[in-house]
């Protein structure tokens, strides 16, 4: 798949594409049915398709303090826009110039000459351009006169509420993740390089495969029952501590996961962690032989649960 950026050139195979717009952060099912609905227009019409989203997310522009809230990384959305069958991802870097265009020139300038977008599809509740000036009906409306076919595909619901990013940040902050899994159709992962810790974990016979969380939202801190996907695509099972480490000063925010089948070095290399089962909240022992007796009845329970 393509990675593309402005203002650098649209590869003429990829001109006269059916964009697919939105942020797209977590592609959970409503995100989806947004690409889905792109990639069935691209087929009928014999056209490529672009998935375009906004790096860094405009919340973060605008709100530069905001606490971290990302569900997913470029790289993690390349993969999963890719698997959904577009051609090309196409990264809007939102800054204070894209923040000042208005409406009228993001479609004339950005989709229809620089792009070349033939078809636009978005969410019903999709906004652009300068002070959110823009809409699915201004989209509509401008766009058709620069050839631009625009489209909105409705909300999705589940449990009788609309999928949303907002419904897979509360369940995980919550420690509910089989939420979160049904609501992205997949299990909420965190990637990232494995990094030199303490090596508190080897010192008490866990040796873990430890990360930073970066500009993840922080799920609720606990034990959790995970599955991990290895830079060269083989998956181990196993538990991790995402948290402040309580038992151990100073504290440290870390992603701290023991792998039940893999011995070897992962320093350094570039790893993905589904969070699949809540297992408990973060403890402070009495001890460390207290901490190690529960660790091992944690890693017995998420085996158990990752098996079934």
Same mark, same amino acid.
């Given at each position: 798949?393509?990675?593309?950026?402005?203002?650098?050139?649209?590869?003429?195979?990829?001109?006269?594409?059916?964009?697919?717009?939105?942020?797209?952060?977590?592609?959970?099912?409503?995100?989806?049915?947004?690409?889905?609905?792109?990639?069935?227009?691209?087929?009928?019409?014999?056209?490529?398709?672009?998935?375009?989203?906004?790096?860094?997310?405009?919340?973060?522009?605008?709100?530069?303090?905001?606490?971290?809230?990302?569900?997913?990384?470029?790289?993690?959305?390349?993969?999963?826009?890719?698997?959904?069958?577009?051609? *090309?991802?196409?990264?809007?870097?939102?800054?204070?110039?894209?923040?000042?265009?208005?409406?009228?020139?993001?479609?004339?300038?950005?989709?229809?000459?620089?792009?070349?977008?033939?078809?636009?599809?978005?969410?019903?509740?999709?906004?652009?351009?300068?002070?959110?000036?823009?809409?699915?009906?201004?989209?509509?409306?401008?766009?058709?006169?620069?050839?631009?076919v625009a489209e909105t595909v409705a909300p999705v619901t589940l449990a009788g509420e609309v999928v949303s990013s907002s419904r897979i940040r509360e369940a995980l902050q919550s420690?509910?993740?089989?939420?979160?899994?049904?609501?992205?159709?997949?299990?909420?992962?965190?990637?990232?390089?494995?990094?030199?810790?303490?090596?508190?974990?080897?010192?008490?016979?866990?040796?873990?495969?430890?990360?930073?969380?970066?500009?993840?939202?922080?799920?609720?801190?606990?034990?959790?029952?995970?599955?991990?996907?290895?830079?060269?695509?083989?998956?181990?099972?196993?538990?991790?501590?995402?948290?402040?480490?309580?038992?151990?000063?100073?504290?440290?925010?870390?992603?701290?996961?023991?792998?039940?089948?893999?011995?070897?070095?992962?320093?350094?290399?570039?790893?993905?962690?589904?969070?699949?089962?809540?297992?408990?909240?973060?403890?402070?022992?009495?001890?460390?032989?207290?901490?190690?007796?529960?660790?091992? *009845?944690?890693?017995?329970?998420?085996?158990?649960?990752?098996?079934a």
């Amino acid at each position: 798949m393509s990675r593309l950026t402005l203002p650098g050139p649209i590869p003429d195979a990829l001109r006269g594409a059916i964009v697919a717009l939105g942020n797209f952060d977590g592609f959970h099912l409503g995100h989806q049915a947004v690409v889905g609905r792109a990639v069935q227009r691209g087929a009928h019409e014999r056209r490529p398709v672009i998935v375009a989203t906004f790096d860094p997310h405009p919340v973060r522009h605008f709100r530069p303090d905001a606490a971290p809230f990302r569900l997913t990384t470029l790289d993690q959305r390349e993969r999963m826009f890719l698997a959904a069958g577009a051609d *090309a991802m196409l990264v809007f870097r939102f800054d204070d110039a894209l923040a000042s265009t208005s409406a009228e020139d993001f479609i004339a300038d950005l989709l229809a000459r620089k792009i070349g977008a033939t078809g636009v599809v978005t969410g019903e509740d999709f906004t652009f351009g300068k002070a959110r000036g823009g809409n699915p009906h201004v989209l509509r409306d401008i766009g058709a006169a620069h050839g631009i076919v625009a489209e909105t595909v409705a909300p999705v619901t589940l449990a009788g509420e609309v999928v949303s990013s907002s419904r897979i940040r509360e369940a995980l902050q919550s420690g509910d993740p089989h939420g979160a899994t049904q609501l992205l159709t997949r299990p909420f992962a965190i990637e990232g390089t494995v990094i030199h810790g303490d090596k508190r974990g080897r010192e008490l016979g866990w040796p873990t495969a430890n990360m930073e969380l970066g500009t993840y939202l922080r799920p609720k801190y606990g034990i959790y029952a995970v599955r991990a996907r290895l830079d060269d695509g083989s998956e181990h099972d196993g538990v991790a501590s995402l948290g402040v480490r309580p038992m151990f000063d100073p504290p440290k925010l870390l992603l701290e996961t023991y792998l039940f089948d893999f011995d070897g070095d992962l320093y350094g290399r570039t790893v993905e962690i589904a969070l699949h089962h809540y297992l408990r909240g973060e403890e402070k022992f009495d001890s460390l032989d207290a901490l190690k007796a529960q660790m091992a *009845a944690d890693a017995a329970q998420a085996k158990e649960l990752l098996s079934a």
